[in-house]
């Protein structure tokens, strides 16, 4: 295994291109549902006229061509002459998209495991692979690393079974996949399936499918299939000009669990980062007006325990305003608040009020004095009363006991 592979180099996990590719891919988008639609309505009908056809007939395998033309899988091949000079029992490939048993089957008549290989029944129906019987004469179409790459980096570990004397002889077939420059979308994608490989094929201009065969190295006697397996793998990665990895079809499942686990849970933390983002001000705001409400119910407080006689909903309106005590409580006895006092009925005392000496039984004059001065003083004078006559009232209600 090449030192500087790693598993997640040996997949598409986009299909859409890097670079400068793709500048051009939104001026074709509209012009790549058009063609979608228009090869979707043909397709159908060849491969209504293929599936009637039998699959030995070489009509079949020209309409199949022609059919795979018109949806944009073209195909060509390099080597096909060493098939048809020895009747071969299988026929071993890389696998790059779900469309190559496709491809390969619109140059020759093959067959595949469809259970396996996890053939849609559609295919299976179109390629007829249920028409095979063991004793015909048609190749198998095996695909070793048992899973598919991108055919850019490495190949898979490749399975030993396929290697098996008696599957001899075999061929080799080198698949390449390419696309126009402008619409550089990928073949296949980790976690993609046979029905988004297909609507891609339909929708790109074109996908050039290039086969080449080959024949396979020469297997020493004293070779077991795992190790003749490896000689076909590297043999292969070289001729395809990538490297030969330690990586198999089961790890190839692992990563993608892994890949996509970790998609989903960025998605469901950027959700969350999103839904405190848009719920942070709001609640910000809420915290913050709950702080300053009960400050301001706290002051009021304090304000109603100095003037017991003043409505405790006209202190809150005018402390809201003022924001300060000494304010508000100077606006209530200067006269600038208005308001109607609290008679001793309409208040429960627990314990009866003390006594107050006359000196501060009477805490408000009754009007103010003649200059600024002795309504400073007057002004001062109440205040002190007030104060008083509120700390005896404190003083009463908790029995405390104050030289």
Same mark, same amino acid.
Not at 345 to 350: F, W
């Given at each position: #295994?090449?030192?500087?592979?790693?598993?997640?180099?040996?997949?598409?996990? /986009?299909?859409?291109?890097?670079?400068?590719?793709?500048?051009?891919?939104?001026? *074709?988008?509209?012009?790549?549902?058009?063609? #979608?639609?228009?090869?979707?309505?043909?397709?159908?009908?060849?491969?209504?006229?293929?599936?009637?056809?039998?699959?030995?007939?070489?009509?079949?395998?020209?309409?199949?061509?022609?059919?795979?033309?018109?949806? %944009?899988?073209?195909?060509?091949?390099?080597?096909?002459?060493? $098939?048809?000079?020895?009747?071969?029992?299988?026929?071993?490939?890389?696998?790059?998209?779900?469309?190559?048993?496709?491809?390969?089957? =619109?140059?020759? /008549? +093959?067959?595949?495991?469809?259970?396996?290989?996890?053939?849609?029944?559609?295919?299976?129906?179109?390629?007829?692979?249920?028409?095979?019987?063991?004793?015909?004469?048609?190749?198998?179409? $095996?695909?070793?690393? %048992?899973?598919?790459?991108?055919?850019?980096?490495?190949?898979?570990?490749?399975?030993?079974?396929?290697?098996?004397?008696?599957?001899?002889?075999?061929?080799?077939?080198?698949?390449?996949?390419?696309?126009?420059?402008?619409?550089?979308?990928?073949?296949?994608?980790?976690?993609?399936?046979?029905? /988004?490989?297909?609507?891609?094929?339909?929708?790109?201009?074109?996908?050039?499918?290039?086969?080449?065969?080959?024949?396979?190295?020469?297997?020493?006697?004293?070779?077991?299939?795992?190790? *003749?397996?490896?000689?076909?793998?590297?043999?292969?990665?070289?001729?395809? %000009?990538?490297?030969?990895?330690?990586?198999?079809?089961?790890?190839?499942?692992?990563?993608?669990?892994? *890949?996509?686990?970790?998609?989903?849970?960025?998605?469901?933390?950027?959700?969350?980062? #999103?839904?405190?983002?848009?719920?942070?001000?709001?609640?910000?705001?809420?915290?913050?007006?709950?702080?300053?409400? /009960?400050?301001?119910?706290?002051?009021?407080?304090?304000?109603?325990?100095?003037?017991?006689?003043?409505?405790?909903?006209?202190?809150?309106?005018?402390?809201?305003?003022?924001? +300060?005590?000494?304010?508000?409580?100077?606006?209530?006895?200067?006269?600038?608040?208005? *308001?109607?006092?609290? !008679?001793?009925?309409?208040?429960?005392?627990?314990?009866?009020?003390?006594?107050?000496?006359?000196?501060?039984?009477?805490?408000?004059?009754?009007?103010? %004095?003649?200059?600024?001065?002795?309504?400073? !003083? =007057?002004?001062?004078?109440?205040?002190?009363?007030?104060?008083?006559?509120?700390?005896?009232?404190?003083?009463?209600?908790?029995?405390?006991?104050? #030289?």
């Amino acid at each position: #295994m090449a030192p500087n592979i790693r598993i997640e180099d040996l997949f598409h996990r /986009s299909r859409f291109p890097k670079g400068l590719a793709i500048i051009f891919l939104p001026f *074709y988008i509209p012009l790549g549902f058009v063609v #979608m639609v228009i090869r979707i309505f043909f397709a159908f009908q060849l491969y209504l006229v293929l599936s009637l056809v039998p699959k030995s007939w070489l009509i079949r395998r020209l309409l199949l061509r022609i059919s795979g033309a018109l949806t %944009g899988l073209i195909v060509t091949q390099e080597g096909l002459d060493i $098939v048809h000079r020895t009747d071969y029992k299988m026929i071993v490939s890389n696998h790059i998209s779900h469309i190559d048993s496709v491809a390969f089957e =619109s140059l020759l /008549s +093959c067959f595949m495991n469809a259970n396996k290989n996890r053939i849609p029944t559609f295919l299976r129906w179109i390629l007829k692979y249920d028409e095979v019987k063991p004793d015909d004469a048609v190749p198998a179409l $095996v695909f070793p690393e %048992g899973a598919s790459t991108s055919g850019t980096s490495g190949l898979l570990k490749f399975s030993s079974w396929p290697f098996d004397t008696k599957n001899e002889p075999f061929v080799l077939a080198l698949i390449t996949v390419s696309r126009p420059y402008f619409v550089q979308i990928a073949p296949s994608v980790l976690g993609g399936n046979w029905w /988004s490989d297909f609507l891609w094929l339909l929708f790109t201009p074109y996908s050039h499918f290039k086969i080449r065969f080959v024949q396979p190295p020469k297997r020493e006697d004293e070779l077991t299939n795992e190790e *003749y397996s490896i000689i076909v793998q590297n043999f292969m990665a070289t001729k395809l %000009g990538i490297s030969a990895t330690k990586f198999d079809a089961k790890e190839k499942i692992e990563y993608a669990k892994r *890949y996509f686990y970790e998609r989903a849970r960025e998605r469901r933390e950027r959700a969350a980062g #999103m839904r405190i983002t848009s719920n942070q001000p709001h609640t910000t705001v809420t915290q913050a007006n709950s702080a300053l409400d /009960s400050r301001l119910e706290s002051m009021a407080t304090q304000v109603k325990d100095v003037l017991p006689q003043v409505p405790i909903t006209v202190i809150r309106k005018n402390i809201k305003t003022t924001k +300060c005590i000494d304010t508000t409580i100077s606006n209530i006895l200067e006269g600038k608040v208005s *308001y109607t006092p609290e !008679l001793p009925g309409q208040k429960t005392q627990e314990k009866p009020e003390p006594k107050s000496n006359p000196s501060t039984s009477k805490v408000a004059a009754n009007t103010f %004095g003649r200059d600024s001065t002795e309504r400073h !003083l =007057s002004f001062q004078e109440r205040k002190k009363a007030f104060i008083e006559a509120a700390r005896q009232r404190y003083i009463a209600k908790h029995n405390l006991n104050v #030289m």
